[in-house]
């Protein structure tokens, strides 16, 4: 009743008549997270196949969860997405059976989503170059919004900062306003210039006329 309520078959209206008051959304959800026959429950620990399959989906795609899921198979997008935020929130590292530490710390750590208190974050760090390669995440390490906070969002505010200080030197100076066919700063200091030229020589002409009649005058 749940799959045909959330859209598997019968369509919505005959899912809430079966399920009454629970909306098409909810029964999807339910449906897709929790009671879909290929969808392993959050309480089931995460296999090392799987998280390599985790860190290698989230190296290529960043945080599109539901594209991850996909990839990793058998994991809804909330436990994907859960299982990733609960790695960075943990302080210890997460071990398999046999001791190693599991496959999401160590990329975590090495990749600088997260940071460890310094006595595991050298076991750890210690453990991710000496195994298999790791994959690099494909908009480099320490990508800004791979991790809430710390040294992956700071390295990404250091880039986005170096970025703005290039482009602004790269803004060409702007030298002396151009003189053009409408006018502007250079055509109106050479009119100022004009008519005070203009003026002066007004000036000495009606000096000289003033001089010439009073010497006719007094003649």
């Not at 009454?20 to 449906?31: A, L, N």
């Not at 791979?146 to 702007?174: F, H, I, L, Y």
Request: include cysteine; glycine fraction near 14%; proline fraction near 6%.
């Amino acid at each position: 009743m749940v799959h045909i309520a959330g859209g598997g078959g019968g369509g919505a209206a005959a899912g809430e008549q079966l399920l009454g008051g629970r909306t098409p959304k909810q029964c999807r959800d339910r449906w897709m997270h929790y009671l879909k026959p290929d969808v392993i429950t959050t309480k089931q620990t995460w296999s090392e196949q799987e998280e390599w399959a985790l860190v290698a989906a989230h190296a290529a795609l960043g945080n599109r969860w539901a594209d991850i899921a996909r990839r990793v198979g058998g994991r809804s997008e909330n436990a994907v997405k859960n299982h990733w935020n609960t790695g960075l929130r943990r302080k210890l590292p997460t071990r398999y059976a046999d001791m190693r530490i599991s496959v999401l710390d160590r990329y975590q750590a090495l990749r600088g989503f997260k940071k460890f208190p310094p006595p595991e974050e050298a076991e750890v760090l210690a453990a991710a170059t000496s195994g298999p390669p790791l994959p690099t995440p494909s908009g480099g390490d320490a990508r800004a919004g791979g991790r809430r906070g710390g040294d992956g969002a700071q390295a990404g505010k250091k880039r986005k900062a170096e970025s703005q200080n290039e482009q602004a030197q790269q803004v060409p100076e702007q030298g002396p306003p151009q003189a053009d066919g409408r006018g502007g700063a250079g055509d109106s200091l050479e009119a100022a210039e004009a008519a005070e030229d203009a003026t002066a020589v007004s000036a000495g002409a009606s000096e000289e006329e003033a001089e010439a009649y009073m010497m006719d005058f007094f003649a």
